[in-house]
């Protein structure tokens, strides 16, 4: 199994633009977690999924970001506009058991908005 | 929020000693797990250790768990330079809430 699959690794842009994150979770797992880490604040859950249905995303900033589960392969995380305090990096990670047991993280998407 | 809080925030050790790594956090929880985390990388799941157990092994890892105390320690025995990295601990609360991580210990081991 290749992992959790995160893309882009690195992405670069200006304040004001559409940012978009993407994830494909192991298979058969039946959650998945966004999360973002900076120095400051940590690992913060931003938005998670059971079975491709939003649960909580309370952790979510602002209306700036969304999230979309359309399929159990595939997550998108949509920052629009972007400002430079969303420097971050965006972790996805996917759980089979429908809980919090054990995540398997993917690689992150480093995002540096300038 | 942070549930779990790491200490020291910084270890740094010669390869060979043992590292203990500490976690307190506040409220009741189902289990704890531990994760480490390489420069440049994702988070590894290391261990789980549940509400009802108080010591858990993993090769050279070592997880105690005081839920009197909501306190648990990582200890890493016979350190390897391999081993330095960023620990982290995490919470699964009651009432099967997502986890919810520390800041982390960074452990440096020096060959």
Known sequence: DAGVIQSPRHEVTEMGQEVTLRCKPISGHNSLFWYRQTMMRGLELLIYFNNNVPIDDSGMPEDRFSAKMPNASFSTLKIQPSEPRDSAVYFCASSPMGGSEKLFFGSGTQLSVL | ?111
């Open chain 2, 1 to 111: 929020s942070q549930q779990g809080e790491e200490d020291p925030q910084a270890l740094s050790i010669q390869e060979g000693e043992n590292a203990t790594m500490n976690c307190s956090y506040k409220t009741s929880i189902n289990n704890l797990q531990w994760y480490r985390q390489n420069s440049g990388r994702g988070l590894v799941h290391l261990i789980l250790i549940r509400s009802n157990e108080r010591e858990k092994h993993s090769g050279r890892l070592r997880v105690t768990l005081d839920t009197s105390k909501k306190s648990s320690s990582l200890l890493i025995t016979a350190s390897r330079a391999a081993d330095t990295a960023s620990y982290f601990c995490a919470t699964e609360n009651s009432g099967n809430t997502p986890l919810v991580f520390g800041k982390g210990t960074r452990l440096s081991v020096i060959a």
